[in-house]
């Protein structure tokens, strides 16, 4: 009789011992995803529950240093000019604005809005006298930023050229 008793015992405790180490305890609190939660960005994690910051935009691929080869041509005196110059573009404002500091060898910063591969800037104000304007286009095909400005400045220049990181 203490044999079976013991047993009982030995048995009720196994069956306690691997009924318990075999329970999990389930989480109630669902796992953190750390990701890029803006679906107007290049890399939108739809799993994320939680923004890194990783998020990047079409305009950042714009962002850097250029050195550029332009053409300027003067169509009020029909003169023709070329230069090589170091042209930066930052961010802007939001997720699509981009600001061209020092373009076309002008101590001035031309903004500009990016779509895709493509950047537009519009008429404003720009640096010189005679109430200079500025706008135009900038295309990004790879690592090669092409544009075309016109700049109003006393007389009306059409300023195209190439620029690589």
């Given at each position: 009789?203490?044999?079976?008793?013991?047993?009982?015992?030995?048995?009720?405790?196994?069956?306690?011992?691997?009924?318990?180490?075999?329970?999990?305890?389930?989480?109630?609190?669902?796992a953190v995803v750390k990701g890029?939660m803006d679906k107007n960005s290049?890399?939108?994690?739809?799993?994320?529950?939680?923004?890194?910051?990783?998020?990047?935009?079409?305009?950042?691929?714009?962002?850097?240093?250029?050195?550029?080869?332009?053409?300027?041509?003067?169509?009020?005196?029909?003169?023709?000019?070329?230069?090589?110059?170091?042209?930066?573009?930052?961010?802007?404002?939001?997720?699509?604005?981009?600001?061209?500091?020092?373009?076309?060898?002008?101590?001035?910063?031309?903004?500009?809005?990016?779509?895709?591969?493509?950047?537009?800037?519009?008429?404003?104000?720009?640096?010189?006298?005679?109430?200079?304007?500025?706008?135009?286009?900038?295309?990004?095909?790879?690592?090669?930023?092409?544009?075309d400005v016109t700049w109003v400045?006393?007389?009306?220049?059409?300023?195209?050229?190439?620029?690589?990181?």
């Amino acid at each position: 009789m203490k044999n079976l008793a013991f047993i009982s015992i030995i048995s009720i405790a196994v069956f306690f011992t691997v009924s318990v180490l075999s329970c999990s305890k389930k989480s109630d609190t669902p796992a953190v995803v750390k990701g890029c939660m803006d679906k107007n960005s290049l890399n939108y994690n739809a799993n994320a529950t939680q923004d890194d910051g990783s998020c990047t935009y079409p305009r950042d691929k714009f962002v850097g240093t250029w050195t550029i080869k332009d053409t300027t041509i003067d169509f009020t005196n029909s003169g023709t000019a070329y230069q090589t110059y170091i042209l930066t573009i930052q961010k802007g404002s939001g997720t699509t604005g981009i600001n061209l500091i020092n373009f076309s060898n002008w101590n001035d910063t031309l903004k500009a809005t990016v779509s895709g591969t493509s950047a537009s800037i519009p008429t404003q104000a720009a640096f010189g006298t005679c109430s200079p304007t500025a706008n135009g286009y900038i295309t990004l095909t790879g690592t090669t930023l092409l544009f075309d400005v016109t700049w109003v400045n006393c007389d009306f220049y059409d300023i195209s050229g190439t620029g690589t990181h």
